[in-house]
T-cell receptor, first 114, second 113 residues
Framework: DGGITQSPKYLFRKEGQNVTLSCEQN?????MYWYRQDPGQGLRLIYY???????QKGDIAEGYSVSREKKESFPLTVTSAQKNPTAFYLC?????????????FGDGTRLSIL | AQSVTQPDIHITVSEGASLELRCNYS??????LFWYVQSPGQGLQLLLK??????LVQGIKGFEAEFKRSQSSFNLRKPSVHWSDAAEYFC???????????FGAGTRLAVHP
């Protein structure tokens, strides 16, 4: 089955630690996205990538970093600079950059602080 | 600036009753509009989308939505709710250019037996 796989499902971070969230898709999609979800706030865009080796900051990129070395992979690193990292993180992909291409979502990673 | 408002944070309906979830958007041009559903601890699943043409859009799971330009609304409806419809529902507007979505805060639906 084609889809988006996020791992791990649950992740715990110690103070001052960087952690990396994995996102892999086998849909052959060009564009990929990372969102942060907090209760009562909907989804907010962290980073997006329209093509391999290229990515752009979204609305809340501070304290996060990404890479896009392969078409199917778009890992997100939550750095120690992100002071409030506890949230549900969702990865998405779409066939192209045009808005009419619907975004498909993974099942998310829940990050908590120890 | 573009924005999406879902006025109802929580809605409770009885199984078999009709449902309408409200969504209002603010966007200067013709919007691309989406409704997604999220079950607890899961990702988002696309219910339906509107780009142009017929203002009444049919989606999956028996849902439909109507685009009303004069009211800047894109309300989601279902004639008869099932217990399995209990979830959180998100309205989103696509802002053109690159594929950026602006999401509403969501409406959590509870279904009483």
């Amino acid at each position: 089955d084609g889809g988006i796989t996020q791992s791990p499902k649950y992740l715990f971070r110690k103070e001052g630690q960087n952690v990396t969230l994995s996102c892999e898709q086998n849909l052959n999609h060009d564009a990929m996205y990372w969102y942060r979800q907090d209760p009562g706030q909907g989804l907010r865009l962290i980073y997006y990538s329209q093509i391999v080796n290229d990515f752009q900051k979204g609305d809340i990129a501070e304290g996060y970093s990404v890479s896009r070395e392969k078409k199917e992979s778009f890992p997100l690193t939550v750095t120690s600079a992100q002071k409030n990292p506890t949230a549900f993180y969702l990865c998405a992909s779409s066939a192209g950059r045009e808005t009419r291409q619907p975004q498909h979502f993974g099942d998310g990673t829940r990050l908590s602080i120890l | 600036a573009q924005s999406v408002t879902q006025p109802d944070i929580h809605i409770t309906v009885s199984e078999g009753a009709s449902l309408e979830l409200r969504c209002n958007y603010s966007y200067g041009a013709t919007p691309y509009l989406f409704w997604y559903v999220q079950s607890p601890g899961q990702g988002l699943q696309l219910l339906l989308k509107y780009f142009s043409g017929d203002t009444l859009v049919q989606g999956i799971k028996g849902f439909e939505a109507e685009f009303k330009r004069s009211q800047s609304s894109f309300n989601l409806r279902k004639p008869s709710v099932h217990w399995s419809d209990a979830a959180e529902y998100f309205c989103a507007v696509g802002t053109g250019g690159y594929n950026k979505l602006i999401f509403g805060a969501g409406t959590r639906l509870a279904v009483h037996p």
